[in-house]
């Protein structure tokens, strides 16, 4: 049974970072891109950052870009998310979620954490 | 980035009722549109992939159609554990991009 269990999450001041991490298990994690999208309170999904299955490419939203950084341990089967910088509108639930059928990230989560929220607030 | 419209954004029906829910994306995005369903609390679960392939164990009563720009998604025969809401999402350019979501309640 495939299995997505994230945390890290927590309450951080503006400015502050935080490491979020999913542990996968269940499947050949190395066999598949991974994803985050988070969720703000109230609001629509959006797409954070894909990494592709060896980790050797990663992709990021215009949002975050530069200020998060995608990462994964393939021999920890665990998917992490380097945020610094953090500001008021980045709080949210921050899902990892499982490419359907490709090592590439191509978009399709079959798939999904139960979610760690995120709060940014002084 | 593609913009993805919802409509409508909100909809109530009966149980047996048929559900219509359509997706406008800002240009042309072949077939490359899922549909997920979002209950209260939980992650979104996949329902549709590539704009009308049914996942493995989703009910036959839910389906998708379109490509292009247009898609419509739909639920044969509304049922109350169908109450969620409901996005589309492009995968065909980065950033991925979803909808703004349809909530789905039970009249």
């Known amino acids: 049974e495939v299995q997505l269990l994230e945390s890290g999450g927590g309450l951080v001041q503006p400015g502050g970072s935080l490491r979020l991490s999913c542990a996968a298990s269940?499947?050949?994690?190395?066999?598949?891109?991974m994803s985050w999208v988070r969720q703000a309170p109230g609001k629509g999904l959006e797409w954070v950052s894909a990494?592709?299955?060896?980790?050797?490419?990663?992709y990021y939203a215009d949002s975050v870009k530069g200020r998060f950084t995608i990462s994964r341990d393939n021999s920890k089967n665990t998917l992490y998310l380097q945020m610094n910088s953090l500001r008021a509108e980045d709080t949210a639930v921050y899902y990892c979620?499982?490419?359907?059928?490709?090592?590439?990230?191509?978009?399709?989560?079959?798939?999904w954490g139960q979610g760690t929220l995120v709060t940014v607030s002084s | 980035d593609i913009q993805m419209t919802q409509s409508p954004s909100s909809l109530s029906a009966s149980v047996g009722d048929r559900v219509t829910i359509t997706c406008q994306a800002s240009?042309?995005?072949?077939?490359?549109l899922n549909w997920y369903q979002q209950k209260p609390g939980k992650a979104p679960k996949l329902l549709i992939y590539?704009?009308?392939n049914l996942e493995t164990g989703v009910p036959s009563r839910f389906s998708g159609s379109g490509s292009g720009t247009d898609f419509t998604f739909t639920i044969s025969s509304l049922q109350p554990e169908d109450i969620a809401t409901y996005y589309c999402?492009?995968?065909?350019?980065?950033?991925?991009?979803f909808g703004q979501g349809t909530k789905v309640e039970i009249k």
């Open positions: 240009q042309d995005i072949s077939n490359y």
């Open positions: 990494i592709s299955g060896s980790g050797g490419s990663t």
């Open positions: 999402q492009q995968y065909d350019n980065l950033p991925r991009t």
């Open positions: 269940g499947f050949t994690f190395s066999s598949y891109a």
């Open positions: 590539d704009a009308s």
């Open positions: 979620a499982k490419e359907l059928r490709s090592i590439a990230a191509a978009g399709t989560w079959d798939y």
